[in-house]
T-cell receptor, first 111, second 113 residues
Framework: GQQVMQIPQYQHVQEGEDFTTYCNSS?????IQWYKQRPGGHPVFLIQ?????EVKKQKRLTFQFGEAKKNSSLHITATQTTDVGTYFC???????????FGRGTSLIVHP | DAGVTQSPTHLIKTRGQQVTLRCSPK?????VSWYQQALGQGPQFIFQ???????QRGNFPDRFSGHQFPNYSSELNVNALLLGDSALYLC????????????FGEGSWLTVV
């Protein structure tokens, strides 16, 4: 079945440093979604990318969807303590519209 | 505009017992999905309900069952609870028109002892 992998599993950064998490799918995705889950909270939808090679920005966050629609990345510039949480990518493969989630990357920001 | 609401927020059950979790979707949404999120893992899809029918199911045993009511709210039932069923159970709703974008509730934390 489809597998979605994320690396790294954990990332410690000093406040102000940049952060990147990578997402790779074993199959081609129709779209890729990113979610953020704060400690003790629930996943909150951030963005959806649909087109091959698409790049979208939300303030300090930059999301990319690979040309082959099998990988994606999330880059945060100049991290802040409010960025702490686990970032999940998720995407449906094939004819399904049910997104498969990766295990997430937990971001820890040290002030 | 109320978001996705779930109840109860926390509960403790004993092995072998049964549990029912409840979910009300976001206003305007008619599709409800249930996910299980174990500690340190991403959400795992259990099943999805639309028009009061189960439309898709993930890799979960028959002990996991559900229901959707005419007002679009939903229940998740788990029978013969195992220790490994301890997890955060998330309900997510979406509008069929934009069914790829889902909104999660705050979840129900289930502990099986």
């Amino acid at each position: 079945g489809q597998q979605v992998m994320q690396i790294p599993q954990y990332q410690h950064v000093q406040e102000g440093e940049d952060f990147t998490t990578y997402c790779n799918s074993s199959t081609t995705l129709s779209n890729i979604q990113w979610y953020k889950q704060r400690p003790g909270g629930h996943p909150v939808f951030l963005i959806q990318l649909v087109k091959s090679g698409e790049v979208k920005k939300q303030k300090r966050l930059t999301f990319q969807f690979g040309e082959a629609k099998k990988n994606s990345s999330l880059h945060i510039t100049a991290t802040q303590t409010t960025d702490v949480g686990t970032y999940f990518c998720a995407g449906p493969a094939g004819g399904s519209y049910i997104p498969t989630f990766g295990r997430g990357t937990s971001l820890i920001v040290h002030p | 505009d109320a978001g996705v609401t779930q109840s109860p927020t926390h509960l403790i059950k004993t092995r072998g017992q049964q549990v029912t979790l409840r979910c009300s979707p976001k206003s305007g949404h008619d599709t409800v999905s249930w996910y299980q999120q174990a500690l340190g893992q991403g959400p795992q899809f259990i099943f999805q309900y639309y028009e009061e029918e189960e439309r898709q199911r993930g890799n979960f045993p028959d002990r996991f069952s559900g229901h959707q009511f005419p007002n679009y709210s939903s229940e998740l039932n788990v029978n013969a609870l195992l220790l490994g069923d301890s997890a955060l159970y998330l309900c997510a709703s979406s509008p069929m028109a934009g069914r790829n974008t889902i909104y999660f509730g705050e979840g129900s934390w289930l502990t099986v002892v």
